[in-house]
C-alpha cells in the first residue's frame, strides 16, 4: 500500500518536473545549461 502511493507520488513529481520543462523551451527561455539543470533535477528526483 505505502509502496503504491509512494510510487504515484514520485510519478507526479516527475510529471510535473517534464511540464516544467516543457513549458520553459517552449517560452524560449531555456538555455541548453537551464536544460541540464531540469534533467539533473529530474534524475536526482528518480534516484
Known amino acids: 500500500?505505502?509502496?503504491k502511493v509512494y510510487r504515484v507520488v514520485r510519478?507526479?513529481?516527475v510529471a510535473a518536473?517534464?511540464?516544467t520543462g516543457v513549458k520553459?523551451?517552449?517560452?524560449?527561455?531555456?538555455?541548453r545549461?537551464?536544460?541540464?539543470q531540469?534533467?539533473?533535477r529530474l534524475v536526482r528526483?528518480?534516484?
Do not use: A, D
Not at 545549461?33 to 541540464?36: F, G, I
Open 45 to 47: 528526483q528518480l534516484g
Open 38 to 40: 531540469i534533467l539533473r
Open 24 to 31: 520553459e523551451l517552449r517560452s524560449g527561455y531555456s538555455s
Open 1 to 3: 500500500m505505502l509502496t
Open 33 to 36: 545549461k537551464h536544460l541540464w
Open 17 to 19: 518536473g517534464l511540464y
Open 11 to 13: 510519478l507526479v513529481t
